[in-house]
Nanobody
């Protein structure tokens, strides 16, 4: 399975970005997908996840109401729409594929990871 994340960049506080993650190599619909992030000097943390059929979504409290995860199974792509960005959202963002249709919030339970895309939010 290969995951290719894109869409990161530099944005001012209050701005928006949309991350994309294109997947190949496994039946996409059968995999829950997650977004995680890692800031300098910090551990990787859960951001959002979506079930294989897109019926269930999960969010970290820190992004709830600002970020939206979605997926297009026809395009084998998962998205993370990030609005009202804050400087504390600055991190490398990773997409990951879960072996089950229902994802979890634990990084170790994901078996494939994208290369990461850097999001920098200036104050």
């Amino acid at each position: 399975v290969q995951l290719q994340a894109s869409g990161g960049g530099l944005v001012q506080a209050g701005g928006s970005l949309r991350l994309s993650c294109a997947a190949s190599g496994r039946t996409f619909r059968g995999s829950g997908m997650g977004w995680f992030r890692q800031a300098p000097g910090k551990e990787r943390e859960f951001v959002a996840a979506i079930s294989g059929g897109a019926l269930r979504t999960y969010y970290a409290d820190s992004v709830k109401g600002r970020f939206t995860i979605s997926r297009d199974n026809a395009k084998n792509t998962v998205y993370l729409q990030m609005n009202s960005l804050k400087p504390e959202d600055t991190a490398v963002y990773y997409c990951a594929a879960h072996p089950n249709v229902l994802p979890t919030m634990t990084p170790d339970e994901y078996d494939y990871w994208g290369q990461g895309t850097l999001v920098t939010v200036s104050s």
